[in-house]
């Protein structure tokens, strides 16, 4: 379970945690929350988050902190959490490749997809799971537990679709 990487934030870095899981950008990080006077600030922080928990990117952070119920819940009810959804393949290797740490270009070149394909995937992914980011789509999806979340400093998995 990835508590260890999460257990030594400080409530402003678990506060920062919660906007990111909730698809908040910098920009809107900074307009929302006092506690970043700018847009610059808000991602040096976002940056400094990433480093000192080691996730590679922010869905990977939301997976590891929704697990760790740092982030306890999707920002609005989804329902899915009520029945659990029926998700292609496709779009399961979509959400477990963001858990894993894998960004959605290197996702998307494991599937062999287009951009436009990879965008479309995206787009009804958040429809099957009833959210409007990425980063809720993670959340639902480990609260649901359609995908597995790895412990901090476990190996990288390859993309979908590659060989070792």
């Known amino acids: 379970m990835p508590t260890g990487a999460l257990r030594g934030l400080t409530l402003k870095e678990a506060a920062l945690t919660n906007h990111i899981a909730a698809g908040l950008t910098a920009r809107d990080i900074a307009r929302t929350s006092r506690a970043y006077s700018s847009t610059e600030v808000a991602r040096k922080a976002i940056e400094r988050l990433l480093r000192k928990t080691g996730a590679s990117h922010r869905l990977q952070l939301t997976a590891w902190a929704t697990a760790a ?6 920002v609005r009810e989804s329902k899915a959490l009520a029945c659990a959804p029926t998700i292609p393949p496709r779009m399961l290797e979509i959400l477990q490749g963001w858990a894993d740490g894998l960004s959605t270009a290197e996702i998307r070149h494991g599937l062999g997809a287009f951009q436009d394909s990879m965008d479309a995937y995206i ?3 958040q429809v099957h799971l009833d959210v409007n980011s990425p980063e809720q789509a993670v959340v639902v999806a ?10 901090p400093g476990a190996p990288q998995p390859a993309a979908p679709g590659s060989t070792p």
Request: net charge positive; proline share 16%; aromatic share 0%.
């Open 123 to 125: 787009r009804t992914l």
């Open 69 to 74: 119920r740092t982030v306890p819940a999707p």
């Open 142 to 151: 480990v609260l649901a537990g359609l995908v597995h979340v790895a412990p």
